[in-house]
């Protein structure tokens, strides 16, 4: 990183000084070594350093009749562009507030006038050394961060994908079922989004909390996969001990992904949500629900978002036992359950995105 060294490209110094003799003087004396670049007053100087490319180091005089060498520095290291560039005062004022006030400003050196030339040369030979390593480990950071948040984006899309893998096993069992994951994962969303500043809600639906619903929402039944085709397949009602056995498939689902979690051998959050909706999303605001019976706030909150969004959803969607209802018909289905199976400003958050539920529901049609 020898600024002097042959076969590398010359570092570009900048002066600024008002004088013709000193502008010509610093030229001469840096000439060999580097680029040299000269502006005769300040603005010139700050044209210049926000040129492409900027340059190395600014040699920068103080007095100077447009504005001085304080200002001009001050305006560098307010600009992003500018900020890193060393600027090394070189100026007859030789007063220690001089100096304190130019150093407090963001310069790296001070020189006072008139100069030795070997002293001037080697610190600026010091700075530029020292630029070169932190524009080397700037470099280095960015990088390293960017490689960061690309592996991050890789990890992030193998837990999106085998996510909904898990999710589609338990679904493909049920070939009726075709979008159903999809649309309930939206809906979840779009119910958190309107609820989250809700009093009563808002310090649980933060941004990133309804990231981590719509993540697990897919999951909420995983259980299915403990079922027996026998009874998840069959085309009419289900007997007394048959419903006994499909109501299993929430306990099933949440000892599924807490056997996950505790072989991955530490806490997800998103797994967190996915246990509760996986469940509690057959409970009802009345505590006549499964598998637990609990009631009102007692059921997860990730739950009763999801007790919705799958009732809205097997409502407006063909079974073997059912016909497709209309919306209309759904909407007010799940109106009457308000204060019964579902938390009723749940329910009220559902009436005022219920537009929305329809388009979504038409988007993700199973027949697409």
């Known amino acids: 990183m020898d600024a002097a060294s042959p076969g590398l490209t010359k570092p570009t110094v900048l002066v600024v000084d008002d004088t013709p003799d000193n502008l010509s003087l610093m030229s001469a004396l840096l000439k060999d070594l580097y680029k040299v670049k000269v502006a005769n007053h300040g603005e010139r100087g700050l044209r210049i350093a926000n040129s492409d490319p900027p340059p190395d180091l600014i ?118 079922t075709g979008a159903h994951i999809r649309r309930t994962q939206l809906y979840v969303r779009r119910l958190a989004e309107q609820l989250k500043d809700h009093p009563r809600f808002s310090g649980d639906l933060t941004e990133r909390t309804i990231e981590l619903l719509y993540k697990s929402a897919p999951l909420h039944d995983i259980g299915k996969v403990g079922i027996p085709d026998e009874i998840l397949l069959k085309p009419g009602k289900l007997t007394p001990e048959e419903f006994e056995v499909m109501k299993t498939h929430t306990t099933l689902g949440h000892a599924a992904i807490s056997e996950a979690e505790q072989r991955l051998g530490m806490k997800v959050d998103f797994l967190s949500l996915a246990k509760e909706i996986a469940l509690s999303h057959q409970e009802k605001w009345d505590g006549s629900g499964y598998p637990q019976a609990l009631a009102g706030e007692a059921i997860p909150l990730s739950a009763r978002l999801m007790a919705l969004a799958d009732v809205y959803d097997a409502l407006i969607s063909k079974r073997v036992y059912k016909p497709a209802f209309p919306h209309e018909e759904a909407v007010r289905i799940v109106v009457e359950g308000r204060g019964k199976h579902f938390d009723p400003d749940v329910v009220d958050a559902f009436l005022a995105v219920a537009e929305d539920f329809r388009q979504i529901a038409a988007t993700h049609r199973d027949d697409n």
């Open 59 to 176: 040699l920068l005089d103080i007095m100077m009749p447009d504005i001085d060498g304080y200002e001009v520095c001050a305006r560098l290291k307010a600009e992003p562009r500018t900020r890193d560039i060393p600027v090394i005062f070189l100026t007859a004022r030789s007063e220690v507030e001089d100096e304190t006030r130019g150093l407090e400003l963001g310069a790296a050196d001070y020189i006072t006038k008139p100069i030795s030339p070997p002293i001037v040369l080697a610190r600026v030979h010091a700075h530029l050394t020292l630029k070169a390593h932190a524009d080397f480990l700037r470099d280095k950071s960015a990088y390293l961060q960017a490689e960061v948040a690309k592996r991050t984006a890789e990890v992030q899309a193998i837990q999106d994908v085998t996510i909904m893998a898990m999710a589609s096993l338990a679904e493909t069992r049920d070939n009726e």
